[in-house]
């Protein structure tokens, strides 16, 4: 599970070396996501475009990243929209 989430660090520091922004500016938002489940579930603590189904931002997101990006990007998606009760 932890190298699953240390990837998708990876990706994200990925994407901000492409867009000349330092990793850094992640930092607390990476704080505030860990922080969530230690006294929410997991399921309550989603939250973004997936699951509001907010398709505009799904569309702006994908348009920022590369195809494989974007390949991992809408398999999350739909395994949070699939995940939805």
Known sequence: MNNFTNHMYKIGNDICKENNV????LQPLIKETASKVAHLSPEKSQTGPAIRNDQKTIKNHLNLLNS?????YK???KSIQNSID
């Open 22 to 25: 330092p990793f850094e500016i």
């Open 68 to 72: 494989n990006q974007q390949k991992i």
């Open 75 to 77: 398999i999350l998606t």
